[in-house]
């Protein structure tokens, strides 16, 4: 079995570009092997669990619908993003709603296979533009996880946010045994769990029983939420952790925004369109550059930004 130097932990398909795409692309640069574990890569059910995975797959069927053409597997911004011209939308819109109109069951099935599909295609694609290799697991995402009763275990938006349930410890029990059967890694990366996403915190939990001295990642876009690192880190235990920033030069910088530039199918959830991106990933990357410096660490003449790390101190 390959050994990596790098192995990160993401436990949806951006999480790790979002969060890490920057130092990805220096490790590779440096000619070291990086694995991107994606944990959500399961096919969800065909029967949406809750209204709020069917609002999510109305949702996702209109992205689609806006980018022209077959699945996009090459990492470009779509032809029609949300800042095209409204009668471009307009027809776009007209389009979607009589496809949806004329067959609402059978498209909602076949959103969610071709939906899991491309967003598979798209990580490969932005692994590939930071020289890194993907594994697929095929857990579920939280939406569409349900107890013993077939109930969803996460119905409403909040819900995603909210402590573990009960319920989903057999999941954390099934992460932890597919993390322990992973290839072997100089160095495993997990999420902080900024933010709260129970799929972040599941992650993290089943990480901790099979990895000794892991290091975790700042969540974006969590992070760019005042206060959120705050309440993942509270002044009252930050002290038995340590900081480190990894620092970002201009191509490091291109290379991560190019590569979150491949999830063309999530873009909207985010960012208006490319210059939006651009622009909110360097902010972030300014903001961590800003708490590294002020945490005492001194940056390199040539960063323009940077990612933080965290480990036990």
């Given at each position: 079995m390959k050994r990596y130097d790098h192995l990160y932990l993401s436990p949806h398909f951006d999480d790790a570009i979002l969060s890490c795409g920057g130092q990805i692309a220096r490790h590779t640069a440096?000619?070291?092997?990086?694995?991107?574990?994606?944990?959500?890569?399961?096919?969800?059910?065909?029967?949406?669990?809750?209204?709020?995975?069917?609002m999510l797959h109305r949702r996702w069927a209109a992205s689609m619908a806006a980018v022209p053409?077959?699945?996009?597997?090459?990492?470009?911004?779509?032809?029609?993003?949300?800042?095209?011209?409204?009668?471009?939308?307009?027809?776009?819109?007209?389009a979607a709603s009589s496809a949806a109109a004329s067959s609402a069951a059978s498209s909602a099935i076949a959103v969610d296979a071709a939906m899991i599909a491309q967003r598979r295609a798209?990580?490969?694609?932005?692994?590939?533009?930071?020289?890194a290799e993907p594994l697929h697991l095929s857990f579920l995402d939280c939406i569409y996880r349900c107890g013993p009763d077939a109930h969803a275990l996460y119905p409403g938006p909040a819900d995603m946010f909210s402590p573990l349930s009960p319920?989903?410890?057999?999941?954390?029990?099934?992460?932890?045994?597919?993390?322990?059967?992973?290839?072997?890694?100089?160095?495993?990366?997990?999420?902080?769990?900024?933010?709260?996403?129970?799929?972040?915190l599941a992650t993290r939990r089943a990480a901790e029983r099979v990895?000794?001295?892991?290091?975790y990642y700042e969540d974006y876009p969590y992070t760019a939420r005042p206060g959120a690192l705050a309440e993942a880190l509270p002044p009252e235990?930050?002290?038995?952790?340590?900081?480190?920033?990894?620092?970002?030069?201009?191509?490091?910088?291109?290379?991560k925004t190019a590569a979150v530039g491949?999830?063309?199918?999530?873009?909207s959830s985010f960012f208006v369109d490319a210059a939006d991106l651009a622009a909110q990933l360097r902010a972030d990357g300014r903001r961590a550059l800003s708490d590294a410096l002020a945490g005492g660490e001194t940056a390199p003449p040539w960063a323009v930004a940077a990612e933080r790390l965290w480990s036990a101190a």
């Open positions: 440096a000619g070291q092997s990086v694995l991107v574990v994606t944990i959500t890569g399961g096919d969800p059910p065909d029967n949406p669990p809750s209204d709020t995975v069917a053409g077959p699945v996009h597997s090459d990492g470009r911004w779509p032809a029609s993003p949300r800042g095209a011209d409204s009668a471009s939308r307009a027809q776009t819109s007209a798209e990580d490969r694609a932005a692994l590939a533009l930071v020289g319920a989903d410890e057999a999941t954390v029990a099934a992460l932890a045994e597919s993390f322990a059967a992973l290839p072997p890694a100089r160095q495993v990366y997990l999420p902080l769990g900024v933010g709260g996403h129970v799929d972040h990895f000794t001295a892991p290091i235990v930050r002290a038995v952790w340590l900081a480190t920033a990894v620092w970002l030069d201009e191509a490091a910088l291109a290379a491949a999830y063309v199918s999530q873009l």
